[in-house]
């Protein structure tokens, strides 16, 4: 009993968070500010682990909600993307180089474990290499970790302050559209949940939201399923997955955390100088606003960048792609490129 007031009393703790910065007007309220407020109560040493259950529940509400966005028209218009999408992939090798020259030259890290710190999202995929094969995993996290904390805190107010964020911010929570039936949510949620379980047997990354968001797009895409998740289930998703995010930076001991935020925040700010680059040329190409693909390019993490997107109103589906294929190749790149490295430095 007493965990289970633990457990509710933090998700209080993080909804109040959200709470004040959707007062304050802060973009993206509901997460950043649930994040911030969980990260402070982590730190007084009285939080307690999330229950795998309780984030999966969360990426399955958000996978719902984001894929209520995707309709024939917005299918339509990714003839556009092709070769945003070619340079995101030149864009994700120039983040990683920069970052790593950064660690490596400046901080002193071995190449292996900058790689691994410098590559841009895909998060448990660059951890479970990093224990895999050795790494500094503790440093690997913090650079990892404090640049996703970065993006969600300060990104939604960049994104606004360079005229984005246009469409409506409170798309992902479903405030003034219809919502949907229960039979309609029920098939979203009971296949996005299938779904998910599938993509987890076969390792693919983020498997609950990307399942929901597939079948939640191709029903809403094909208009099989129309309307959107209640606001109050949705907004109660977006606390969760700040309370998630937040989480990652529990087990890091605070002597670790000193000796590497000089070196995080430095190659945080390279590599998203280069994504600025990247973005402003990636905007021109695909013919859609700067803030998108800003966002599309920001090195973040797949569940947090595409959430982030729907809130502020942009486009998740050209953001999401980008970010999808960030992650599949990530996914499939990195084990082989890291084994290569430590090969060469043996």
């Known amino acids: 009993m007493r965990l289970l007031f633990s457990h509710l009393a933090q998700i209080l703790i993080a909804g109040l968070g959200g709470l004040a910065f959707y ?10 500010g649930s ?24 990426m399955l509400v958000s996978g719902a909600a984001m ?22 992939v030149i864009g994700v090798v120039a983040i990683s180089l920069a970052s790593s020259l950064w660690l490596v ?11 691994l710190a410098s590559v841009p999202g895909a998060l448990s995929t660059v951890l479970a290499v990093a224990a895999d094969r050795k790494a500094d995993v503790p440093s690997v996290a913090i650079v990892q970790n404090l640049r996703l904390f970065v993006l969600i805190a ?75 998740i209640p606001p109050v289930i949705a907004t109660g998703g977006l606390v969760l997955i700040g309370l998630f995010i937040a989480e990652r930076f529990r087990n890091i001991q605070r002597s670790t955390l000193q000796r590497a935020l000089v070196a995080a925040l430095g190659s945080f700010s390279v590599g998203m100088g280069v994504a600025v680059v990247f973005a402003v040329v990636a905007a021109w190409i695909a013919d859609v606003s700067f803030a998108n693909s800003l966002v599309a390019f920001a090195p973040g993490g797949l569940e947090a960048m595409t959430v982030l997107a729907l809130i502020l109103g942009l486009d998740p589906l050209y953001v999401g792609i980008h970010h999808l294929v960030r992650f599949l190749g990530i996914g499939l790149v990195l084990p082989f490129l890291i084994g290569w490295l430590q090969k060469a430095r043996a």
């Open 67 to 88: 894929g209520a966005a995707v309709t024939p028209a917005a299918i339509a218009a990714m003839s556009r993307y092709p070769g945003s999408l070619i340079l995101l």
């Open 154 to 228: 300060l990104l939604p107010s960049v994104v606004v302050v360079t005229g984005g964020g246009e469409g409506d911010p409170s798309a992902l929570i479903g405030q003034g559209m219809p919502i949907a039936s229960p039979a309609d949510m029920a098939f979203v949620l009971i296949g996005g949940l299938a779904l998910g379980f599938v993509f987890k047997v076969l390792k693919v990354a983020a498997p609950i939201l990307l399942g929901a968001t597939v079948v939640s797009s191709v029903s809403h895409g094909t208009a099989f399923v129309t309307g959107v």
């Open 23 to 32: 007062w304050l007007g802060v973009p993206a309220a509901w997460l950043s």
């Open 105 to 115: 030259r400046i901080s002193g890290w071995r190449k292996a474990d900058a790689v």
């Open 35 to 58: 994040a911030i407020a969980a990260t402070l109560w982590g730190l007084s040493g009285h939080a307690v682990h999330m229950p795998r259950a309780l984030a999966d529940m969360a």
